[in-house]
């Protein structure tokens, strides 16, 4: 069965850094793209950092700068080095991975997520 589990979360002043790790079991097919996301109550959720397997890297605005996503898709590992955090950088972060099996007659498309890391930034 596969699993995404998230590490690295904690409460930190204003102007601290954080380093989130996810690491990946049981992904089926090839993946194409390993990112981070945010939940915060009472919002939708948003994207914070994708990478592309092949392409190019995506940034939420407001974390250009200031944080930085590096991905192995052999090792099905992704990290986010959150530098200079800010209290609006608040919230549930949750580790995405996507990917695809194929095959002469068929292919799938899989969308894992994990359960989530809780960041606090204070003022």
């Known amino acids: 069965q596969a699993k995404l589990v998230e590490s690295g979360g904690g409460l930190v002043p204003a102007g601290g850094s954080l380093t989130l790790n996810c690491v990946g079991s049981g992904i089926v097919g090839t993946i194409t793209s390993m990112g981070w996301y945010r939940q915060v109550p009472g919002k939708e959720r948003e994207m914070v950092a994708v990478k592309d397997i092949n392409g190019p890297t995506n940034y939420r605005d407001s974390v250009k700068g200031r944080f930085t996503i590096s991905a192995d898709d052999r090792k099905k590992t992704v990290t986010l080095q959150m530098n200079n955090l800010q209290p609006e950088d608040t919230g549930v972060y949750l580790c995405?991975?996507?990917?695809?099996?194929?095959?002469?007659?068929?292919?799938?498309?899989?969308?894992?997520w994990g359960q989530g890391t809780q960041v606090t930034v204070s003022s």
């Open positions: 995405n991975v996507e990917s695809f099996w194929s095959h002469p007659l068929d292919s799938v498309d899989y969308d894992y």
